[in-house]
């Protein structure tokens, strides 16, 4: 097989072992094989099936000792370019394993099961003989591109009619056929306007492929977006469209079904598997256009992709956590590198890393400043728990929030309670004061250790005892507090016992559809409030809520997380966001025992821009993101000495090299996971490729260590 091609295979099955491309001889007969295809190959003395993820170079070992591929998989490359791409970068860039990277780019269940068959009947012009038969052939005239099981229905013909139709070529299969775009939608305003045209140049090739769309809730992103997909739409190319919770995809999807009906196909892992291979294998052949879903979603196979959009793009759930641990953006950038499209980051609070690109102009910046049609924002009323607690009321809800429940119930409107449940990991806070203790060096909150009683960081490892008296005011009243949605929801429904209300969080929404059904007998008002965490506070629709109510910013500010402004800061602004989406103006309450903190007050005043000038001076002066690249190396094992031993080995060689900066290894805020001691170990440096060498070595000297770059959970 003198001059024959060389194809790189990338395994199904992940094992340390296998976790390379291997070399086979691709045979004359199958000479159209090529990165992006299935094949099977001999392995050992058995056969094994992978992907071909590239050609092997000529200086890899001698043809003498490749042995051949025995055949392909399918009838066409599995995968496209863009995306044969994507399992590399996901091994490269991330540091994962290459079966990991295909796993994740290719569902399962469209590994495993058969392709489905094209199932949209299309009629020749000669009629058939026989009256069911004609009757079949006649609808399916009329109804050119019906689905088979429709045609069948409307008709009453047997399996074995369309059968002998299809035999014959009076009928034959086909894909399904192009709808027209429906309603345009609103008319947009003249910011819409605007921005939409910004996008259309920078879609007809003119301007930065990535663009933040910075919009205040309400004012109107998802009607850019779908303008913005209708015109890749027209260019004959395909969009994604993703967003941050799986429980907002139903939402979403109306919104760009009602636009582009028949052309939206969605993705999302709580789909049973012939439902997955159904939609992944419409997108793949070019039927749906547009595909919608959370974070996997940008997996999506489109032949001719032009257009991704983040819908909420500073969400930590685009972060995925295990491996291959990618942010969503990342790839969806990489992706379009490859295809040449547009990616839309759209947000009213964008993280820093985006909101810093944006202001150093990396990337496009378009803006909406204004909620639609005159709407105001809500107000924001921030309650200062201290004087609560002074003035003698030690309940759950200060006075100002049980009088505007009052109100807002009277008024038969809506109630959103929300609680960042996130607060397991305690920390301790001056009940007088509001003063929270710090780590010195990293500027994360302490976390409370029952066990030792002492006070830890999470970053480097600090620790001290818990202060007799608060070193701001000298008080005594230093607590550790935590609290849940279920104690809130039996605190409210005993004070408004004949308020009709429930729960939402991720434990109790955890049942398949069960978040649609619960959303939707509050979308119809047959609940009067909702208790639950930040989820409600992302994206939803809801025009009869007047009123939100934060049971406790401290929960989110004290988290043990560089980022835990940020995330006050997103949630008191998501929160404004669901209130007064209607007619009437909406109002937020905020309990804090900060509220002088500038991400509390910056919410308050809904201004994105002074919340940001403090933070990135925050940022800048520790090296956090965007100014810096963290790697978070984590081990477990059955005592804490066993887990720390690694990382304290590899602290040691890591220290002596130059551009890093190693913080730790502590133990990591949740110590104990089962039976399993949990430490971890966070590195820092200014370049992203010292980072990620580093990366690698660690990943190559200890297999059995995690690593997350980029990390956005501490916990
Ligand atoms: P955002 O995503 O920015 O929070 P949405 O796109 O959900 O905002 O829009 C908020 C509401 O305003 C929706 O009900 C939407 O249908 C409506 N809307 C959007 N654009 C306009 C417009 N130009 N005129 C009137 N209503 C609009
Ligand atoms: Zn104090
Ligand atoms: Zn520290």
Redesign the pocket.
């Known amino acids: 097989m003198e001059g024959a091609k060389r194809a790189q295979v990338v395994l199904d099955r992940v094992a340390a072992r296998l976790d390379r491309p291997f070399d086979y001889l691709v045979p004359p007969e199958f000479g159209h094989i090529g990165p992006g295809w299935r094949v099977r190959v001999p392995l050992g003395r058995t056969t094994a099936t992978g992907l071909v993820v590239g050609w092997a170079g000529a200086d890899g070992p001698g043809p003498v000792t490749l042995r051949p591929i025995l055949g392909p998989v399918g009838e066409e490359p599995l995968l496209l370019p863009d995306l044969v791409a994507v399992v590399r970068y996901l091994r490269d860039q991330w540091c994962c394993w290459w079966g990991q990277a295909v796993r994740t780019s290719v569902p399962a269940p469209v590994r495993q099961q058969a392709v489905p068959p094209l199932d949209h009947l299309y009629a020749g012009e000669a009629s058939p003989r026989g009256t069911v038969r004609q009757r079949l052939w006649a609808f399916v005239r009329e109804h050119p591109g019906a689905r088979e099981a429709d045609a069948r229905g409307a008709t009453g013909a047997s399996a074995a009619v369309l059968t002998a139709l299809l035999a014959s070529g009076a009928l034959w299969r086909g894909p399904a056929p192009q709808v027209p775009s429906g309603s345009t939608g ?4 003249p910011a ?1 306007a605007a921005a939409v045209a910004t996008l259309r140049r920078h879609l007809d090739g003119g301007g930065p492929s990535t663009v933040l769309l910075e ?1 205040v ?7 850019v977006y779908l303008a913005a997909v209708d015109t890749v739409l027209a260019q004959g190319r395909q969009a994604i469209v993703l967003v941050p919770e799986i429980a907002l995809t139903p939402q979403m999807g109306a919104r760009f079904r009602a636009r582009f009906p028949g052309r939206v196909a969605v993705f999302h892992s709580a789909m049973a598997d012939g439902e997955r291979v159904r939609e992944w294998y419409r997108a793949r052949r070019g039927e749906a256009d547009v595909v919608l879903g959370p974070r996997s979603a940008v997996f999506a196979p489109c032949p001719r992709l032009g257009l991704v959009v983040l819908d909420e793009e500073h969400e930590s759930t685009y972060k995925q956590e295990e491996h291959p641990r990618y942010h969503a953006r990342d790839v969806a950038a990489e992706r379009l590198a490859h295809t040449g499209g547009l990616l839309v980051l759209g947000s ?1 609070t964008p993280s820093l890393e985006t909101a810093h690109a944006a202001r150093a102009g990396r990337i496009g910046w378009v803006r ?1 400043p204004e909620r ?2 005159g709407r105001p924002l809500a107000a924001v009323q921030v309650v200062d728990l201290r004087a609560e607690l002074q003035a003698g009321n030690h309940e759950m809800f200060s006075r100002v929030l049980a009088a505007a429940v009052d109100e807002t119930l009277e008024a038969g409107d809506q109630v959103l309670l929300l609680l960042n449940r996130r607060g397991f990991a305690k920390s301790v806070v001056c009940r007088t004061c509001g003063h929270t203790a710090r780590c010195p060096d990293c500027s994360v909150s302490l976390t409370w250790h029952r066990e030792d009683q002492r006070l830890r960081c999470h970053y480097c490892d600090y620790r001290r005892d818990l202060p007799q008296h608060c070193p701001a005011c000298g008080s005594t009243r230093l607590r550790s507090f935590g609290v849940g949605t279920e104690q809130v929801l039996e605190a409210a429904a005993a004070r408004w016992p004949a308020a009709r209300m429930a729960r939402a969080d991720r434990d109790s929404l955890s049942r398949r559809g069960s978040h649609e059904r619960l959303f939707q007998s509050f979308a119809d008002r047959q609940l009067d409030m909702l208790v639950g965490t930040q989820l409600l506070a992302k ?1 939803m ?1 809801w025009p009869h809520v007047t009123l939100v109510g934060i049971i406790a910013a401290d929960l989110a500010l004290s988290l043990p997380d560089f980022r835990a402004a940020e995330r006050t800061y997103d949630l008191l602004t998501q929160a404004a ?1 669901r209130a007064g ?1 209607g007619a009437k103006r909406g109002r937020v309450v905020v309990q804090t025992y900060n509220p002088e903190h500038y991400s509390v007050a910056a919410a308050a005043s809904q201004d994105f821009q002074p919340f940001y000038d403090q933070e990135v001076g925050f940022r800048e002066e520790l090296g956090y993101p965007p100014f810096g690249h963290l790697l978070l190396v984590e081990a477990s094992a059955a005592s804490p000495p066993e887990a720390r031993a690694p990382l304290d080995r590899l602290a040691a060689v890591l220290r002596g090299q130059p551009h890093l900066t190693v913080r730790g290894p502590s133990p990591a805020p949740v110590e104990k996971v089962r039976t399993q001691h949990r430490c971890h170990m966070l590195i820092r440096a200014t370049s992203r490729d010292v980072l990620l060498a580093a990366a690698h070595e660690v990943a190559a000297s200890d297999p059995s260590l995690s690593l997350t770059i980029d990390p956005y959970n501490f916990l």
Do not use: H, I
């Not at 609103?186 to 305003?189: P, Q």
């Not at 809730?217 to 009607?223: L, V, Y």
């Open positions: 609103a008319g947009l305003n819409q919009g809730t309400g004012s109107g992103k998802t009607e009213a909406l639609v049609a994206g629709d966001g989406r």
